[in-house]
């Protein structure tokens, strides 16, 4: 179901549209393997597929499509147990050939109004030091710098935020 519309979209792009859709949905698992292919060529790594996201823990994924392809996506997880009513952005992903053009920014607003509607009252999130626009893209959108969290305590190549949504 499509669930906004934004004609010509941000920054000019035409024809771009954001839908909540199934974690499982297929284009956003492609997209989350290209996200795990370049994250993997960044750290020369295999990215962070060890960890596995059960279906569900996804409170809430975003489909992102240029002129009805795939573009980019991101998801909710429950995070509750950092404490009670926190989720955690996952997966968040725009194909390189459509960055900078306002998508991801897209992605995280919708993000967050569709986590406040299901009760998420905070957000965290964990980033990479090798990630420069991400990390832009989180502190320009209120986002604060935390103390790593859960499986990224001792990940020295980790960057943890916050933001409350209330």
């Known amino acids: 179901m499509v669930l906004q519309d934004v004609g010509a979209g941000p920054s000019g792009v035409a024809g771009v549209t954001v839908e909540v859709v199934p974690w499982e949905d297929p284009a956003v698992a492609a997209l989350r393997t290209e996200q795990q292919a370049e994250l993997a060529a960044r750290y020369g790594s295999q990215g962070d597929l060890v960890q596995v996201l059960p279906t569900e823990e996804m409170l809430v994924t975003v489909l992102v499509r240029v002129d009805g ?56 999130l ?3 030091v090798r ?4 990390i832009g893209l989180y502190r320009s959108a209120g986002y ?12 020295e190549e980790s960057v943890c935020f916050e933001r409350s949504l209330v």
């Open 131 to 134: 990630q420069p626009e991400s």
């Open 69 to 124: 392809e795939p573009a980019g996506c991101g998801s909710v997880r429950d995070a509750s147990g950092y404490g009670p009513g926190c989720g955690e952005l996952k997966r968040m992903y725009v194909r390189p050939d459509l960055r900078g053009r306002g998508l991801s920014r897209l992605v995280l607003t919708r993000l967050e109004a569709e986590a406040v509607r299901r009760g998420v009252r905070r957000l965290v």
């Open 144 to 155: 604060t710098s935390i103390p790593r969290y859960g499986p990224y305590v001792d990940d």
């Open 126 to 128: 964990e980033t990479g």
